[in-house]
């Protein structure tokens, strides 16, 4: 398909369904646009939503298609165009830039590798995952082990690596725009993860050739504590009466509601700012998530949560439960509002996804088994979500309603003795 790759166009295309012809007709699959003004440049958008430039060329009678790089920055659709138009120019003079590429893999530097690994090795990643790999790319790997060639890293270099980014050697605070701000910290957490993604890199360069081995295998992590953060009883009242203080006092309420969800809900943070009203399930009290982290979901409701989302007003043209201030774009200041009420409550070393920890120790607390607690928060893998199959929905559904009662209850100040069962839906 050929159209002006615009700014405008490429934010909103998406992977389409394959044809009547094809062997995978009826699915989802990698699509491809090529631009109007530049022969054989073009996006590929695969179905995760991942939009990569590309050039297309033929040479030897074969044709070549050579990536340029993922939407975004540093590519738009002007730099990626004239790299285009620059790689076109060296195939016009019979040079034949995709067997470039695969001469330079054989001397690839740590911080090639990584680039080469984000385009062409992580198609299986979410966007909100890559964008976290990239700030892992770009403030610890590559400030420590870019230079170096990839087919020479030893286990020496990833020991001092890892040293190196606990120590905090790769720690920094610096200004990322007109309001923006990095603050990158160090710490044995942060250089565990860090090393997580380099060791995911070298067995890419493995699979590709570029190196025989992968040197991260066999070395040990830090050991790190156990940080699960739970809220008390007396804690869920102090959140509960200082949501109710802010909410009038004009804090948006927006923000406030998709608080109160989260912990009704035992939801992720990213799976209710996004919610669809179209995910909502009022007749059987539950959303049904296309794409949590860990895929399509279920998630049951108890009459709080319910309750909540029947109460919030609809935007015209919003296809969210919780819209922003952007038209057509959810809620984002969350962690903000949320930052405001945790420190006025004295609440200490909380976050929203504690809220969620919260959520699963009231239910466990409450008697509830760690397998239905495990089945509507969806955090198993497919292994445990198969041990789920023979569970009947009721016992999630009852679970997913004691706890959420209970929470509310708490928040409410009030005792597990004042909560009343909510009554049995008709059905």
């Known amino acids: ?26 699915k989802i699959i990698d699509t491809y ?35 340029i790089g993922t939407h975004g920055s540093p590519w738009t659709p002007d730099t990626a165009r004239t790299e285009a138009s620059r790689l076109l120019g060296i195939v016009s003079h019979g040079g034949d830039p995709a067997e470039d590429k695969q001469e330079a893999k054989k001397v690839l530097t740590v911080a090639d590798l990584c680039e080469l690994y984000l385009e062409e090795g992580a198609l299986h990643k979410k966007e909100s995952t890559l964008y976290v790999d990239r700030r892992r790319i770009q403030r610890h790997i590559v400030p420590v082990l870019g230079k170096k060639l990839a087919d020479r890293i030893t286990r020496a270099d990833i020991e001092r690596f890892l040293i190196a980014v606990a120590d905090g050697k790769t720690a920094t605070d610096v200004k990322t725009g007109f309001r923006g701000r990095a603050i990158v910290k160090g710490g044995q957490g942060t250089a565990n993860r860090a090393f997580a993604l380099l060791r995911a890199i070298l067995s890419f360069a493995v699979g590709r050739g570029i ?48 608080i109160r969800l989260i912990i009704f809900s035992g939801c992720r943070k990213s799976e209710i700012l996004t919610l669809e009203w179209k995910h909502v399930d009022f007749e059987n009290m539950c959303l049904r998530l296309p794409d949590s982290k860990t895929g399509f ?65 009231v239910g466990v607390g409450g008697g509830a088994s760690l397998l239905v607690v495990g089945a509507i928060l969806g955090h198993s893998s497919e292994a445990m979500t198969a041990r789920y199959g023979h569970l009947a929905a009721d016992p999630v559904k009852q679970a997913a309603e004691r706890i959420s009662n209970d929470i509310a209850a708490a928040m409410n100040g009030k005792t597990k003795e004042n909560v009343v069962p909510m009554k049995e839906a008709a059905q």
């Open 297 to 361: 979901k279920v998630v049951p409701l108890g009459a709080p949560a319910m309750e909540l989302l029947s109460t919030l007003p609809r935007i015209q043209d919003s296809p969210y439960a919780f819209p922003g201030e952007k038209p057509g774009h959810h809620i984002v200041g969350v962690p903000k509002i949320f930052n405001k009420v945790r420190e006025r409550a004295k609440l200490e070393n909380v976050s929203l996804h504690t809220l969620r920890h919260a959520f699963a120790s």
């Open 211 to 258: 190196r025989s081995d992968n040197p991260a295998f066999g070395i040990k992590k830090f050991k790190e504590g156990r940080k699960d953060r739970f809220l008390s009883q007396q804690e869920l009242a102090r959140l509960g009466a200082t949501l109710k203080e802010v909410e009038q006092e004009g804090v948006n309420p927006i923000g406030i509601a998709a």
């Open 1 to 26: 398909m050929k159209i002006k790759l615009t700014k405008r166009f490429i934010d909103s295309a998406k992977a389409e369904k394959a044809g009547e012809k094809s062997k995978h007709h009826g």
């Open 33 to 67: 646009y090529f631009d109007s003004d530049l022969i054989g440049f073009g996006i590929k958008v695969t179905p995760p939503g991942r939009k990569i430039y590309f050039v297309q060329y033929r040479i030897h009678n074969r044709k070549r298609r050579l990536s």
